[in-house]
C-alpha cells in the first residue's frame, strides 16, 4: 500500500541544524519530494530526490534516502526565523503520476 | 511566469449548494492535478487531468465531485450539494509535458472552502 509517515512537530533553536524524518512504503516510489508550505499559502517545492541517488544538496539543504530502510531525511544547516513552517515529504511512484504525501512536520524556530 | 493561479482564495458556501473552484496552469502547462487538504492533514490527491481528459480520478468521492479541464480555460473541480466535511483547503498542481526533470508538480496557493 501507500503510507508516508513523518514526525508532527521539531522544534530548535535559530543557527541550529534540523532534521526531518520520513518514512515510505511503496519501494516502486521513484521521486521523492519534499514540500514547504507557510500559514495559509499554498506548497513550495523545495527539492526532490531521485530514488537511484543516496544524498542531494542544495544550499542550506541535504536530503538522504536510504532506500533499503524506505527512509528520507531532510536537513536544514543554519536554520532562521523564516525557515518555520509545515514540511512536507511525498513520493511519486512508478507508473502514476500523483503524489502521496505525509502528515507534515511542523517545525518551530526559536532564537 | 505567474505560477499557478486558482480562484477564489476563500469560498463560503451553504450546505446543499455548489462550490466550483478554478484553476489556470502554469504557462506551458498541460497536466493539473487536484488535491485535498483537511485540517491538520496532508494533502490527498483527488485527479488528474489533461487537457480535455481525465487520467488518474482514483481518488474523487464516487458522488457529488466532478473535474474537467477543457481544451480553452482553466480547470474546474466541482462539488455539488456542499456538505461540512467538504470544508477544506483545495489545492491546484501544474506539470509540465512529459513530467519535466522530475516530474515536479507546482502548487497554487488553494481555495479555502468553509460550508456552513
Known amino acids: 500500500g501507500e503510507d508516508v509517515e513523518q514526525s508532527l512537530f521539531l522544534s530548535v533553536r535559530e543557527g541550529d541544524s534540523s532534521v526531518i524524518n520520513c518514512t515510505y512504503t511503496?519501494?516502486?516510489?521513484?521521486?521523492l519530494y519534499w514540500y514547504k508550505q507557510e500559514p495559509g499559502a499554498g506548497l513550495q517545492l523545495l527539492t526532490y530526490?531521485?530514488?537511484?541517488?543516496d544524498m542531494k544538496q542544495d544550499q542550506r539543504l541535504t536530503v538522504l534516502l536510504n532506500k533499503k530502510d524506505k527512509h528520507l531525511s531532510l536537513r536544514i544547516a543554519d536554520t532562521q526565523t523564516g525557515d518555520s513552517a509545515i514540511y512536507f515529504c511525498?513520493?511519486?511512484?512508478?507508473?502514476?503520476?500523483?503524489?502521496?504525501f505525509g502528515a507534515g512536520t511542523r517545525l518551530a524556530v526559536h532564537p | 511566469n505567474a505560477g499557478v493561479m486558482q480562484n477564489p482564495r476563500h469560498l463560503v458556501r451553504r450546505r446543499g449548494q455548489e462550490a466550483r473552484l478554478r484553476c489556470s496552469p502554469m504557462?506551458?502547462?498541460?497536466?493539473v492535478y487536484w488535491y485535498r487538504q483537511l485540517p491538520e492533514e496532508g494533502l490527498k490527491f483527488m485527479v488528474y487531468?489533461?487537457?480535455?481528459?481525465?487520467?488518474?480520478e482514483s481518488g474523487m468521492p464516487k458522488e457529488r465531485f466532478s473535474a474537467e479541464f477543457p481544451k480553452e480555460g482553466p480547470s474546474i473541480l466541482r462539488i455539488q450539494q456542499v456538505v461540512r466535511g467538504d470544508s477544506a483547503a483545495y489545492f491546484c498542481?501544474?506539470?509540465?509535458?512529459?513530467?519535466?526533470?522530475?516530474?515536479?508538480?507546482?502548487f497554487g496557493p488553494g481555495t479555502r472552502l468553509t460550508v456552513t
Open positions: 487531468l489533461q487537457k480535455e481528459n481525465i487520467i488518474d
Open positions: 511503496d519501494s516502486s516510489s521513484t521521486y
Open positions: 530526490i531521485f530514488s537511484n541517488m
Open positions: 504557462k506551458g502547462h498541460s497536466h
Open positions: 498542481a501544474s506539470s509540465p509535458p512529459g513530467g519535466g526533470e522530475s516530474y515536479e508538480q507546482y
Open positions: 511525498a513520493e511519486k511512484n512508478g507508473g502514476y503520476n500523483k503524489l502521496i
